[in-house]
């Protein structure tokens, strides 16, 4: 039995709300002369009159104003699964992402990922309007984690998918708007990681646009790539998924196949409402 | 699925990582984007200027021309007896190639947000691509620079003044250590500047105070004994003055001051990478 690819083991995030305010040297330096001579903290203050977060909130932390934005997460993922991560807006499905793809840290817990990891994220990332068509299929490429020699071997690929093999020393900035969106994409498809995060809040695209993305994601599972699929669509998640997590107020409350979480997910939605 | 690979590519997510935990195997996949991220930056600088690339060259000689002019011929501030322009461009060779990687480096983590947000790769690589894309403006600089040298060895009553020696063999070892000295500090600076903003604004007066605090625009010699300890403790100046006595054969060359300019560099650069590393983790949470 080979390991399961993505491993969760009680994964959790804090936010700290309070200091958020407090982002100049000058507020800091406040802060640290004012407990210097005892006098309580003025924000710490404001904080535990206006308690934003309810003592009774599920996803109170240990201070006042913080947060926990996951808590105890944990789960795995099989080698050539789909999962489907559905939760309202705020559940913490972002952040677990974030998390997976390594651009924050946990607070506390583990994740084991065992494989080459991108994200089909905002496209164009790292896109230069100076340079040309194609130096930027290279720049882009190497962002989202491809190698060179990878991008050259799948270079005529990824221009002809793009359709401007007329513009491709042209740079990017006088391009349209939607030739722009279309190289970007063209790049992003023709990744070829073991594990693929969508979020699908990030991709954000005129309806043929969003078609294309499907397409793409359910040629890329045939693959036998594993994905995690964040997305608001039930639509998407029921044909695309095979399993389904439900995460709220930055826990698991469901995990099974994805049809029964949606309706788990539909039934608890109708239920807040009453 | 091969095993082997699998195990390449293990990676485990935990917080608090110990300081000194680096992602050297990330470092080395990623060298391609490093290539690109230089070559971006170093073709994407004068485009769409007309002179283009020639701004490499102008700059520098712009900078000499107004150091000659003010305190050259209007102050008259000595040069150890060397023809101002050939002391101001050896010294402006040096420092700009200081300052343009502390520029670039300082503000890593803030003008990469939008991306280090979004994907990962190692956070040291713009930093590093930064010292790189600008050695190869350094050297076309030197370039320069010795056409001068040449000039005023052969052409001009200079010639005798004028004595290139053995140092010119350490400029290698001085050139990466005014590189790692200014990714070292942009590295705190960048760090820092991760929550606290208003360092970016320090900037400016930070790199016009160091320069009158290194021998630029005045030699090291005319330092009293008074002030002489702060050219001692700013490794800066050893490195100015370790060019001019290489290139020109003037200048004040001390194995200590040298010695100790290297041990603060090489502490500087690895506080800095600690600092940084730490930082990168949840610098997006801050931002």
Known sequence: MPKPIIQVEKLSKLYDLGVVGATTFRDSMERRILNLLGQPDKTRKIGLKHRTIALDDPQAGPDPNSIWALKDISFTVERGEILGIIGRNGAGKSTLLKILSRITEPTEGKAVIRGRVSSLLEIGTGFHPELTGRDNIYLNGCILGMRKLEIDSKFDEIVAFSGIEKFLDTPVKRYSSGMFVRLAFAVAAHLEPEILFIDEVLSVGDFDFQQKCLRKIGEVSKEGRTIIFVSHSMNAIETICSRGIILSQGRVVFEGSQLDAIRCYIASSTENKK | MDTHKER????????????????????????????????????????????????????????????????????????????????????????????????????????????????????????????????????????????????????????????????????????????????????????????????????????????????????????????????????????????????????????????????????????????????????????
């Open chain 2, 8 to 287: 390449d590519y293990e990676f485990i997510i935990q917080p608090n990582k110990s300081w000194f935990y680096f992602d050297w195997k990330g470092l080395s996949y990623y060298r391609d984007l490093l290539f690109f991220i230089v070559k971006r930056d170093f073709y994407s600088k004068y485009k769409q200027a007309v002179l283009g690339p020639f701004w490499f060259i102008i700059s520098p000689l712009a900078t000499t021309l107004v150091f000659t002019v003010v305190f050259g011929n209007m102050i008259k501030i000595p040069t150890d007896g060397m023809p101002p322009v050939l002391f101001y461009l050896c010294g402006l060779l040096a420092w700009r190639y200081f300052v343009a990687c502390l520029n670039g480096t300082s503000d890593t983590l803030v003008s990469n947000a939008h991306l280090f947000g979004k994907v990962y790769f190692p956070r040291l690589i713009p930093p590093i691509a930064v010292v790189i894309s600008n050695f190869f403006s350094f050297i076309l600089e030197l370039i320069v620079f010795l056409v001068f040298i040449f000039y005023f060895k052969f052409f001009t009553l200079a010639d005798s003044k004028i004595q290139p020696n053995f140092i010119i063999f350490l400029l290698p070892l001085l050139v990466i250590q005014i590189a790692i000295l200014s990714m070292g500090i942009g590295l705190w600076i960048s760090a820092l500047t991760a929550k606290y903003r208003d360092l970016i604004f320090l900037m400016g007066f930070l790199t016009q105070l160091w320069m009158y605090a290194t021998p630029v625009i005045y030699p090291a010699s005319m330092v009293s004994q008074k002030w002489r300890i702060f050219i001692v403790v700013n490794p800066m100046s050893s490195v100015v003055e370790a060019f001019r006595y290489a290139f020109l054969g003037v200048g004040l060359l001390r194995v200590d001051y040298l010695l100790f300019s290297a041990v603060a560099t090489l502490v500087i650069f690895l506080s800095g990478l600690l600092v940084f590393n730490k930082a990168e983790k949840t610098f997006i949470d801050t931002v």
